[in-house]
């Protein structure tokens, strides 16, 4: 079981709601202002301020309030531990694909 294992259950669980994923995509292109954030979903402001919270308890946003507009940002390297775990996931599956792709070969060798 990988180390940053209690990390990464938080990731997913954050990003498991639709949401949320919309959220961090949006703020995958610039940070926002959360009345910008909310615009697109039909909820009320508290609803998308838990949402919102999720994301942070779980390390993918930072936020910062001035006055009383508060700015959300996605963390720079949030998703690292997404990335590194998908990546250890797909080196067995690579591996595998590969010696299948060596006997579709060497198969399709002695029938010709």
Excluded at 86 to 101: C, I, K, N, S, Y
């Amino acid at each position: 079981m990988p180390k940053y294992q209690d990390e990464l259950d938080a990731v997913l669980r954050a990003l498991a709601d639709p949401t949320r994923r919309a959220v961090v995509e949006r703020l995958a292109k610039s940070p926002a202002v959360v009345s910008e954030l909310a615009a697109p979903f039909s909820m009320a402001l508290p609803s998308l301020m838990q949402h919102l919270r999720v994301l942070e308890n779980a390390g993918l946003v930072t936020s910062q309030k001035q006055g009383r507009v508060r700015t959300v940002s996605l963390r720079p390297g949030a998703l690292d531990v997404l990335h590194l775990w998908l990546g250890e996931q797909r080196t067995p599956a690579e591996r595998q694909a590969d010696r299948l792709g060596i006997h579709v070969i060497r198969t399709d060798r002695k029938e010709h």
